[in-house]
């Protein structure tokens, strides 16, 4: 257990839906970042927040959001879902905003649009 | 621009034989490096970094990696392989501008022969 949670483990949903993935970061770390991993485009930064605010934007589509919460845990939300929506995505914690240290990973939501 | 290759998308070593997996790096900045290992269906698992200290890192499960600023590259090796090993390995460089973002490579998929 890498201390960072993240629920569901696994979702099926329909093209259009609209989901919510949930990551608790590791305990005493400020930062969550999103990341979708893809056969196709291998692993893809989407977006980091720190300590409720957000600091950097990756290849987040318009139809994706997120936020983190005072307690610091932080949810992406995927709208007008597509089939090649489908991915793992990662959520993953660190103790600062520079991450100079590393990343802690949570084992993922897998994500299947059908 | 910062970009991250990895040379080898599929490495395949006997047990008990050195292992390589090779990184090549690209930055505008000072970077930290890191190696992650995924096993299937789990998470990424730090297995060490760099960040500007010394240029031969040691990580966890025998592995090491070497900085090499004049070749930009940050390989991984192993004296040993183990079947625990095989797995998919990642090369990421860190830099940390407006926010902290992380730079994947495609991954190296190791398989390990008994």
């Known amino acids: 257990d890498s201390g960072v949670t993240q629920t569901p483990k696994h979702l099926i949903t329909a093209t259009g839906q609209r989901v919510t993935l949930r990551c608790s970061p590791r305990?005493?770390?400020?930062?969550v970042y999103w990341y979708q991993q893809s056969l196709d485009q291998g692993l893809q930064f989407l977006i980091q927040y720190y300590n409720g605010e957000e600091r950097a934007k990756g290849n987040i589509l318009e139809r994706f959001s997120a936020q983190q919460f005072p307690d610091l845990h932080s949810e992406l939300n995927l709208s007008s879902l597509e089939l090649g929506d489908s991915a793992l995505y990662f959520c993953a914690s660190s103790s600062s905003w520079t991450g100079s240290y590393g990343y802690t990973f949570g084992s993922g939501t897998r994500l299947t649009v059908v | 621009a910062q970009s991250v290759t990895q040379l080898d998308s599929h490495v395949s070593v006997s047990e008990g034989t050195p292992v390589l997996l090779r990184c090549n790096y690209s930055s505008s900045y000072s970077p930290s490096l890191f190696w992650y290992v995924q096993h299937p269906n789990k998470g990424l698992q730090l297995l060490l970094k760099?960040?500007?200290?010394?240029?031969l890192v040691k990580g966890i499960n025998g592995f090491e990696a070497e900085f090499k600023k004049s070749e930009t590259s940050f390989h991984l090796t192993k004296p040993s392989a183990h079947m625990s090993d095989a797995a998919e390995y990642f090369c990421?460089?860190?830099?940390?501008?407006?926010?902290?973002?992380?730079?994947f490579g495609t991954g190296t998929s190791l398989t390990v022969i008994p």
């Open positions: 760099y960040t500007s200290a010394a240029t």
């Open positions: 305990s005493g770390d400020l930062s």
């Open positions: 990421v460089v860190s830099v940390f501008t407006s926010g902290n973002q992380f730079y």
